[in-house]
Every structure is written in C-alpha cells, then in structure tokens.
C-alpha cells in the first residue's frame, strides 16, 4: 500500500504580522524614553534655527543690528475680578439716571431737638476696679470706664445728655489734625471708610452722578501705617489731600492695641466725625462702593421715611448663633453670652435689618 507525502503547511501570513507587531511593541516599550527625548531634541533644534533665521532676516531688512530680547519678570498683578464694572442693581430699585442728576436732599420736616444741653463725659483717673473687671483693651480713655447703669441711662431721651466720648479728652486717642477737622466739618453727606495697619487698597467709587459729587464727601480715614503702605506702592495724595475721589484724614494716637476695634470708630460714630452731616453711609475697606449715594438714601431711607438701613446677616440670624460662632473660634464666649444675658436680649432676637444696628456689639 503506497502511502500518501504529508504536504507542508503554509505560514499563515497573519500570524507573520501579529509577531512584527509584538515585536515592534515590546521594542517600543522599551526604549520609549530615548525616543521621547530624541523627538524632543529635535523640536528644540528646529525652533532655535526658525528664531535665528527670523532674526537674520530681520536684520539684513533693517540693516541694523538685533538685539536680545530681555526677559522682564514682572510682579504677579492682583486679580481685579469684577473690579469698576458697573452692574445693574439687583436689591437697590435707584431712580432713573435723568432723575438722579435733580435728587436732593429733603427739607427737615422737624428741626427741634429733644436734647437741649450735651455733655461729655471724659475721666481723667482710671478706675482700677472697673478696668479688672472689664478688660484694659476694650475700656480705656477713649470709651470711658462706663458701667453698665451709666449705659442704660444713655439711651434714654433727656432735655440732658451725658455721653462718654474721647474725641473731647486730650489723653482720648484718635487724633485729627484740624486741617482734617474743617474739612470734616463742611461735610453735609458723607461716604467713608477705613484702613488701619497697611491693610486694604483703595478702590475708588464709581457710578456717582455729577450732583453726588457735588454734594456728598467721600473720606477715607488711615493710621501712619498705612499712610507709608500706600505711599511705597506710588499711593499719593495732592496737596489738598485727595487720592482720586477720596479725601485721605490720617489718625494719629489711635486708642486700641486691635486694629477691629479701631476700625468701629469711624463705622459707628460717624455722627461724630461729622457733626454737620446729615447722612453717611459705611464702605467697608475690601469693597467698592459702585452706586449714586444720593440714589442710595434715597432708595433706603427718604422713600420709607427710615433713619436707618443696614445689610443682613450671611451667615447668623440670631444673637445666640453670633455667640457660638465665637465660641468655634474660642475668643471669650463666656465673656460675649454673659454680656447677651445681661443685657436680658431674648433668645430670639434677629439679626435682620429691622432688629439690629450691628453685629458684634
């Protein structure tokens, strides 16, 4: 029997080019670093002679010689985000443009004054016992070592107003030049703000109408910090003391060690700053102050007949909930809750616009 020859297989084609493949993989994978660096390389080599013809071109143009470019590093800019853009009002509902331009200040409907006779009140002799008790930071010359009887009698209405006020004593702190004073004085509307300890940049008001200008003071109170802070980033006033649309007054002497307390001066007595000013309005140092001021009162106070507006709490709605964000924070949260209680404020007391005049008292 004649036996059959075995035929030879073929190599599949296939499988030829998936063992290529393999092999070019596993090649690639190995030497993938010397390839990156060998491309990279390359792409540098190639852009330098782009820039050196470029330059050579350049120069046979000009038939002058090109320098270097120098590399200048310049200081990182501060973000101005939405900085002097002027948006429509959302919360505010201020009078036409046109209507802005003839707003002024209304008549005084009732010009008589309960109080007849002011007094003010300015220790000369500390109190050791009080200052113990209280704390030498927060009751010094400037406040007057008031107990808590003297402060309920302060708000009440009297022919005779007794009023513990430092800027009346010599050793008071809070100093003013006089020059500052007269300006202060001719103020009938005030727009104002503070920075103390180098803190804030000023930014300047916009969306004023020319009648605003005319009629409103924009004052910007800072301590000799400050005044150097500002000056050593090109800051300068003129010679009548002005910084764009603000009127610098520089405080000297000022009465506490913590810049927060500072600050609260010329936030809330602003009627005393201004004695002849019949409203103010408070910018804090980190904003901008971006409407008409006359439009603002306006908007909040002549239309609803109010004597006062302030913006609502973010964060707290209630006293108690302000105590125990110090408490978090542990900065004498026996001492603020005590004070609450004391001053028998219920537990429910808001922090809303109709029910408070400032948080942190």
Not at 45 to 54: H, I, M, N, T, Y
């Amino acid at each position: 029997m004649r036996s059959r020859p075995r035929r030879k297989r073929r190599k599949s084609e296939f499988r030829g080019k998936s063992e290529l493949a393999n092999r070019t993989c596993k090649q690639l994978t190995r030497w993938w670093p010397v390839l990156v660096l060998v491309a990279a390389v390359l792409l540098l080599v190639f852009e330098a002679s782009k820039l050196g013809w470029r330059s050579s071109t350049i120069k046979s143009e000009l038939g002058t010689p090109v320098e270097k470019p120098k590399i200048v590093i310049s200081p990182a800019k501060k973000s101005e985000g939405n900085l002097n853009r002027l948006d429509a009002p959302r919360c505010l509902k201020l009078l036409p443009p046109e209507e802005l331009q003839h707003l002024d200040f209304p008549l005084n409907k009732d010009p008589s004054d309960p109080i007849k006779k002011l007094i003010y009140i300015s220790e000369s002799a500390t109190k050791p016992q009080v200052q113990q008790e209280m704390g030498a930071t927060r009751f010094n010359q400037f406040t007057g070592y008031q107990t808590l009887n003297q402060r309920d009698q302060s708000f009440k209405v009297n022919e005779t107003a007794s009023v513990h006020c430092g800027f009346y004593s010599e050793t008071g702190g809070f100093t003013i030049s006089n020059k500052d004073k007269s300006f202060m004085q001719t103020c009938k509307s005030v727009v104002s703000t503070c920075t103390f300890g180098g803190g804030d940049d000023l930014y300047q008001p916009i969306g004023m109408s020319d009648t605003s200008l005319q009629k409103v003071c924009y004052v910007a109170f800072w301590d000799e910090i400050t005044l150097a802070t500002q000056q050593a980033q090109g800051h300068i006033s003129n010679e009548d003391g002005f910084i764009g649309k603000w009127r610098i007054v520089i405080v000297k002497n000022l009465p506490f060690r913590d810049q927060r307390l500072n600050g609260k001066i010329p936030k809330m007595l602003a009627h005393r700053l201004f004695p002849n000013a019949r409203y103010s309005i408070w910018v804090d140092s980190k904003s901008q102050f971006r409407r008409d001021p006359l439009g603002v009162f306006e908007s909040l106070l002549w239309r609803s007949n109010s004597v006062l507006a302030i913006s609502e709490h973010g964060a707290c709605s209630n006293v108690y909930d302000e105590a125990k964000a110090v408490v978090k924070k542990k900065t004498k949260p026996h001492h603020k809750k005590w004070k609450y209680r004391l001053l028998n404020i219920p537990t429910m007391t808001s922090l809303k616009i109709k029910d408070s005049m400032a948080r942190k008292l």
